[in-house]
């Protein structure tokens, strides 16, 4: 089982849509986590952090599940711009050195 | 302040020559990691570095691959007698230190082996 899984998408969605996408990870004992983004392979951009409390960023909203180790963003109001690959991130539990975990990826495809 | 810069961006190689990526941390960072990015594949964790230390080398293939993050000078991933399945993006991110705490990627390095 991979330590990070994410479905690769594609998700293809009119401008305005609102779109969820979601992460599970295996390690219980994880502490961080993180939604980053990535356009066409080019360096990976930090989101936002993902807190239990659950968090907003204008029109981004992160939770975090721990009992059941899942991981959600959501996108409201999709723009053009938002086109990307979106990448669920995980710092491991207290064996693990504080290097992240990166999940496939999510594909994103916003059309007008 | 710049960013965590990466050279060359791009590098082609044919089979058996060797490869060496450099990284430079942001100014005041003192702790790297590399990761590898296949075609259509997530990133891939390799080895974190802090200061001529390896701290967790867990995801660096046993053969042909080494890096160092020497005292002074950029970091140094070095592939030995590249092979065509080690195209692919080669990531560094840096970060001050400790646990819990974000990553500053470069650009990142393609390798093309011929």
């Known amino acids: 089982r991979k330590e990070v899984e994410q479905d690769p998408g594609p998700f293809n969605v009119p401008e305005g849509a609102t779109v969820a996408f979601n992460c599970t990870y295996s390690n219980s004992a994880s502490q961080s986590f993180f939604w980053y983004r990535q356009d066409c392979r080019k360096e990976p951009k930090l989101l936002m952090s993902v807190y239990s409390s659950g968090n907003e960023d204008g029109r981004f909203t992160a939770q975090l599940n721990r009992a059941s180790q899942y991981i959600s963003l959501l996108i409201r109001d999709s723009k053009l711009s938002d086109s990307a690959t979106y990448l669920c991130v995980v710092i491991g539990g207290s064996s693990n050195t504080g290097k992240l975990i990166f999940g496939q990826g999510t594909t994103l495809q916003v059309k007008p | 302040n ?111 082996v011929l």
């Not at chain 2, 005292?71 to 080669?90: C, N, T, W």
Request: hydrophobic share 30%; glycine share 10%.
């Open chain 2, 2 to 112: 710049a960013g965590v810069m990466q050279n060359p961006r791009h590098l082609v190689r044919r089979r058996g020559q060797e490869a060496r990526l450099r990284c430079s941390p942001m100014k005041g960072h003192s702790h790297v990691y590399w990761y590898r990015q296949l075609p259509e594949e997530g990133l891939k964790f390799m080895v974190y570095l802090q200061k001529e230390n390896i701290i967790d080398e867990s995801g660096m293939p046993k053969e042909r691959f080494s890096a160092e993050f020497p005292k002074e000078g950029p970091s140094i991933l070095r592939i030995q007698q590249v092979v065509r399945g080690d195209s692919a993006a080669y990531f560094c991110a840096s970060s001050p230190g400790g646990r819990n705490e974000k990553l500053f990627f470069g650009s990142g390095t393609q390798l093309s």
